[in-house]
């Protein structure tokens, strides 16, 4: 596609566009009519600790997306001299899981709670045990039962529960409804009839009986739909609050809106059965699609759908990449007092190349990266913890393969439950996501830890927007085939990536290192019981 061409497919109309409300950025994807993108804008943005809950303001979820979507206008002007007035389609992803609460009035009833917070040990174990289903603590199910089980007044109140993606999708199109895989982690969905599952449905209303509300949570829940289906359209009022400069129409058709762990399974083309992805950024998390169910529920596991309705077990961490960007900004901060200017990537690609010289074991040195609470190895609270013993050989490249190590060691935890007790058989992992953007280096690691050839594509560090937009453009150009074949024929049939083979030596590193990190624990434990957040 040249300029004038693309130019002319913007102004037309026909371009596709995908929104994705990440944790430390929301991002913009247009694509054209090859599915690849073609415009991008991105605003930046980080949650909040208030009253011991991690949230965002709703003020912020509308500043941020009109920035990101004047960001993409600007780009679209710069490289096409026009803009964005109207689109064939559009989609919205955002972090999976939370609580949103609004009233009859619309109004916001008690602080958005993101998928960081672990403060609903309670409602997640009494739900997990009558439902014989793992609910993880960040499932919206659990903020709602906590909010019940602690008697606050709002939940009389309640007209809608939201995740942030149908939240915005519900502002933008007037219309109440969810994809399956943003769905199926606000409560179980049944996977045969593609909707919220009814056994537990009917255990959770007779659980609250009790407490005589005036809903059911078929009620206030979205409803469920999947990828290909209409999910509405853009309102004269979601047009204003997306482009307060008033350049963009009503009537652009919206597919259901997803979590991010669904765009990331897109992206990568992860949606077929035995493939899976490993998205890491803030948080991390791994997503395998399933030939079958696992033979029991395990804490450790979240069992999800791709946004076509097919069963995942998903491990997830809460903490990724937080503490390794910490230590590069603290190399940043030395260069600059040095008055050297260098740029982030550089610095990134650099410290990442050193640590593939590190010692066996990484010298000695063991990190803990925690910032709060992680379920998968039942740590309530967490704080960052670094130690070394007088023996350790303390460098720089060994500092840098033991923060990427720690980078995965937790999501590993449920991988090994997949692997060696329920004896799944991965036959292509693809990486994604930020950490994966230097070359070779974490996908080298990663490989190693699951013991599974990893690819990474040549989009590896934008594929949530991305895979929002692809979600959309199904829905309008897939004319019903089924959405593994759509992306492999339309989308990956000419794809660019790497693929790495586990190292047998690194192999044998990550799992001695695992014993040490697991039977370190009790330091971490300690320290977070020490220095409270």
Not at 280 to 307: C, H, M, R
Not at 390 to 402: E, Q, T, Y
């Amino acid at each position: 596609m040249d300029n004038y061409n693309i130019s002319e497919y913007i102004r037309q109309g026909e371009a596709v566009l995908g929104i994705e409300l990440g944790s430390t950025r929301i991002k913009a994807a247009l694509i054209g009519w090859d599915n690849i993108p073609i415009s991008t804008g991105s605003f930046s943005w980080e949650n909040k600790l208030e009253n011991g809950i991690w949230t965002y303001s709703l003020d912020e979820v509308w500043f941020g997306i009109q920035a990101c979507f004047s960001d993409l206008q600007r780009d679209v002007k710069e490289k096409y001299k026009t803009e964005i007035t109207s689109l064939k389609a559009m989609g919205i992803s955002a972090m999976q899981h939370g609580y949103i609460a609004i009233d009859k009035e619309g109004k916001q009833l008690a602080p958005f709670r993101t998928w960081r917070n672990t403060n609903t040990k309670e409602s997640a174990a009494i739900l997990s045990e009558k439902f014989q289903f793992n609910i993880p603590l960040r499932w919206s199910i659990a903020q709602l039962y906590q909010s019940i089980l602690d008697r606050q007044e709002h939940t009389h109140n309640i007209k809608y529960v939201f995740t942030l993606a149908s939240y915005v999708h519900w502002r933008l199109t007037g219309e109440n409804i969810i994809g399956i895989n943003d769905g199926s982690g606000m409560f179980p969905v049944d996977t045969a009839i593609g909707d919220y599952d009814r056994v537990m449905l009917d255990i959770f209303e007779e659980l609250i009986q009790e407490y005589n509300y005036n809903w059911k949570l078929t009620d206030i829940f979205p409803k469920v739909k999947c990828a290909g289906e209409n999910a509405g359209y853009l309102t004269k009022e979601g047009a204003a609050l997306l482009d307060p400069g008033g350049k963009l129409n009503a009537g652009i058709a919206f597919c259901p809106p997803e979590g991010d762990g669904g765009t990331g399974m897109v992206a990568t083309n992860s949606v077929a059965r035995l493939t899976g992805n490993m998205s890491a950024g803030t948080s991390v998390f791994s997503s395998i699609v399933l030939e079958k169910p696992l033979s029991t529920y395990y804490s450790e596991l979240d069992i999800v759908t791709t946004p076509a309705g097919d069963l995942v077990a998903m491990a997830h961490a809460n903490t990724c990449t937080t503490d390794l960007n910490n230590w590069v900004s603290l190399f940043r901060e030395f260069c600059e007092l040095m008055g050297i200017d260098c740029d982030d990537s550089i610095l990134f690609e650099k410290l990442f190349n050193k640590s593939l010289e590190a010692d066996p074991l990484c010298g000695g040195l063991m990190t803990y990266n925690y910032f709060g609470g992680e379920p998968m190895v039942g740590l309530s609270q967490g704080v960052p913890v670094f130690l070394r013993s007088n023996k350790s050989n303390f460098n720089l490249a060994n500092f840098m393969r033991i923060h990427l190590y720690a980078s995965l060691s937790t999501v590993k935890v449920g991988m090994d439950i997949l692997q060696k007790k329920e004896g799944v058989k991965i036959k292509r992992l693809m990486g994604h996501g930020g950490l994966f953007k230097t070359r070779g280096v974490a996908q080298a690691i990663l490989s190693a830890a699951m013991h599974v050839p990893v690819t990474v594509l040549s989009n590896a560090g934008e594929g949530g927007p991305w895979g929002m937009a692809l979600l959309a453009s199904y829905m309008v150009n897939s004319n019903g085939e089924p959405l593994d074949m759509w992306l492999e024929k339309e989308v990956f049939a000419g794809a660019e990536g790497e693929t790495l083979e586990p190292s047998p030596d690194m192999e044998r590193d990550f799992e001695e290192y695992m014993e040490s990190f697991l039977s370190y624990m009790d330091i971490e434990r300690k320290a977070a019981e020490i220095i409270k957040n």
